[in-house]
């Protein structure tokens, strides 16, 4: 019995030991916070790769729109010729007639000419000045008659040219007519993977609780853009905005989805508008300046920045494709972009913002007022 209350006496303090107790929890928080890196970790891959295939989902849709908007450029021109043909060929068949006509009336004439037999005036000794009148008349309607048939063979060798080309114009436009409709096909489908791209990005940043970090990176990385590009923007000579105030016109026509300093989806508020437009419209330059930014941006998809002169800047986001490149002078009401929903945007339109001196300002005091 002794030896029992001795066995347990010393059995007591090795069970309730803390050392162990406290050993254990730690590792049992060590695996919980390597668990938890490691989930964090794949949650950070997970949303890269997202974001790439994003990235890569807008360039496949802003290729297939620039060669759609290509192709219906190259149709316009082919059916602008064809329409030259036609008018060259109606032209064409209207001289053909009036030079057939001018050599019947010629003919008419030398026949009625011919009725004075040459021969017959010699041997019956006729007046010679007569004769001679006759023969001068006889030169003339030949030579009359080898022009006129040389400008009818001229003439129907155009007509046979033009033929030839609109002919060969029409099988063109029929060729460019099947490739605008297979474009258009591939810009349906680049559409529809963008789209689904863009689900899969939002469904991530809102199991993971992302949204509001993934919003302040991007305004970070705008932000950083746009400082960079304050340096460039002193390399034009431009006249500003400041006397166009209230007077230029807007980007595009559509609904306003979100006005300037109103609070975003993750508690930010915005330093643009958002209006709503349609896939592949035109976006357009709200006043004259030089291109000085055209790349895709991550979380504004392709955007274009345009210098004006005197520190003012517009930026154009969430395009479809670009039309300019850097360097490139534009005008006002200038198409610039096509509309679209890249940078992972839902609805399709064009974020929109007006800087002074590199701050953004609202661009509703500055556009026409509607």
Known sequence: MLFGLLSLLIAAPAASDPRTSSEQELAEVQASIRQTEQQLKQQQQALQQAEQQLQQADRTLAQAGQQVQQQQQALAETQQRMQQLVAEQQALEQQFGQQQQQL?????????????????????????????????????????????????????????????????????????????????????????????????????????????????????????????????????????????????????????????????????????????????????????GQVIYADWLKGYGWVLVLDHGDGFMS????????????????????????????????TAGVYFEIREKGEAVNPQAWLQSR
């Open 104 to 288: 019947a009336t010629q003919l008419r004439s030398a026949y009625q000419l011919g009725q004075h037999d040459y021969s017959q005036m010699l041997l019956n000794q006729q007046d010679a000045r007569q004769l001679e009148r006759v023969l001068t008349y006889y030169q003339y309607f030949n030579r009359a008659r080898m022009q006129q048939l040389h400008a009818i063979r001229q003439t129907a060798g155009q007509l046979t040219q033009v033929q030839q080309e609109l002919h060969s114009r029409q099988q063109q436009l029929e060729n460019q007519l099947q490739a605008l409709q297979q474009r258009q096909q591939q810009l349906q489908q680049a559409r529809t993977e963008q789209q689904s791209t863009i689900r899969s990005l939002q469904h991530l940043l809102q199991e993971q609780g992302q949204q509001l970090s993934y919003l302040r990176q991007n305004e970070s990385s705008l932000q950083a853009t746009i400082d960079a590009l304050k340096a460039k923007a002193q390399q034009v000579q431009l006249a500003g905005l400041t006397a166009l105030k209230g007077q230029l016109q807007w980007p595009l026509q559509g609904r306003l989805l979100q006005r300037f300093n109103e609070l975003r989806q993750g508690g930010l508020r915005s330093r643009g508008v958002l209006i709503e437009g349609t896939e592949g419209s035109a976006v357009s330059a709200i006043a004259n």
């Open 315 to 346: 930026l154009y986001g969430h395009n479809q494709s670009l039309l300019k490149e850097p360097g490139e002078q534009v005008m006002a009401g200038e198409q610039i972009a096509q509309v679209g929903r890249s940078g992972g945007q839902a």
